[in-house]
């Protein structure tokens, strides 16, 4: 089973940035695609950026849109998520998540995920 590790997480100021890295090992994560994920208190999980098999294709949420941005590393043990121009409503848990039959879009707005994971807390105040 793919096992992933979130980090990164912390407290910022709204329009600050932050990035957050998904990592794993004994696996290339090139071959799966990969997705970031939130969920605010008292909210449901939501894809948010979501990267496919290859690089072949990225979806984002309208939430962040033109502000997050998810990428690999040239080792492909790693994916990051790139957050610039943070606001409050940006404060959740993150979590990242792999899947190897999904394309970007199809992880994003309908994952298959059975173990999230710990996941790392993005808090945006001031």
């Known amino acids: 089973q793919v096992q992933l590790v979130e980090s990164g997480g912390r407290q910022v100021r709204p329009g600050e940035s932050l990035s957050l890295s998904c990592t794993s090992s004994g696996f290339i994560l090139d071959y799966y695609t990969i997705g970031w994920f939130r969920q605010a208190p008292g909210k449901a999980r939501e894809g948010i950026a979501c990267i496919s098999k290859m690089d072949t294709s990225t979806y984002y949420s309208d939430s962040v849109k033109g502000r997050f941005t998810i990428s690999r590393d040239s080792g492909k043990r790693a994916v990051y998520l790139q957050m610039n121009s943070l606001k409050p409503e940006d404060t959740a848990v993150y979590y990242c998540?792999?899947?190897?039959?999904?394309?970007?879009?199809?992880?994003?707005?309908?994952?298959?995920?059975?173990?999230w994971g710990q996941g790392t807390q993005v808090t945006v105040s001031s």
């Open positions: 998540a792999a899947d190897t039959l999904a394309t970007a879009k199809s992880l994003c707005t309908r994952p298959v995920v059975k173990n």
